[in-house]
């Protein structure tokens, strides 16, 4: 027998020994699967979460675009970058817009902030006419801050960029997005657990060429970075199949040919005895 399918056979004997001392304990067993059962709801409702400001149906949209970043640890890992839009969507005779986007700093870090509204719109030759008010990044109290109008509205009328129209005809799906926004990644999931955040948007204000409020929603985003939870065949039970593959993964590091993100469940960049722990834990429960 190879040293590596004795290293596999020890592997799955370790879990097996790890499982049956985790089944002595049946009440221990019966209050965590309560404590993930009620961890299951939550996530339900959180991921239910909208964002409250509807005027009308027929007003327009500013919204964090793609709505839901949820990811898992092996997906991104510490400093990975994620991008936001903010966007505007079905929205007609905009002069002027004006939002605050809050996010938790502790979790992420703003590292890049594209105007691209009225840079989209207004000719390259006329962009000395794009007045920023305001644009700031506080990566202490987790926000942006975006006011943008232009600097001669008249000029800007007479140019025949404002005002600003996005509609589908327009815009392919009738949106553009006004801020482009890149975040870093600056803290990770402990095992079993999950980070996240609201993304929040506050301070909306689209304005027409007389400064009149245009009728506008407001749908929020959402972020969370979720730690593996041991399925790593993806069949939504953690079981021999995924240990066998754990096996598999054993002691590889990034850069080993048998490297697999999925079984370093602790997100240390190394398969080892720890993430055994864990995946013992988890042994025999449905993924959340």
Known sequence: MSIKAISKAMIIVLLIAIIAMLLFDVTARTNVAGRNLLQQYALVEEN???????????????????????????????????????????????????????????LLTCTGFIENLFHTVAPQSAWSNI??????INNVAGYIEYVYTYMDLPQALHGGYEPINITESDYPEGKLPAAILTFSITKMPSPNAYLDCPLHLTFVQPTDAQGNVILYD???????????????????????????????????????????????????????????????????????
């Open 48 to 106: 239910a979460y909208v964002s409250l400001l509807y005027v009308s149906g027929d007003s327009g949209k500013i919204s964090v675009d793609p709505r839901d970043n949820v990811y898992y640890s092996w997906e991104k890992r510490m400093n990975d970058t994620i991008v936001i839009n903010v966007t505007v969507s079905n929205m007609t005779g905009l002069c002027g817009l004006s939002f605050n986007l809050y996010f938790n700093s502790s």
């Open 131 to 136: 007045w920023q008010i305001k644009r700031t």
């Open 218 to 288: 407001v749908v929020d985003g959402y972020y969370r970075l979720m730690s593996p939870t041991g399925d790593i065949n993806g069949d939504s039970v953690i079981d021999i199949y995924d240990a066998i593959l754990f096996s598999d993964a054993f002691g590889s590091v990034p850069v080993s040919p048998y490297w697999n993100p999925k079984a370093d469940l602790n997100s240390d960049d190394i398969v080892d005895i720890f993430d055994a722990i864990v995946l013992a834990t988890s042994f025999g429960k449905p993924t959340p």
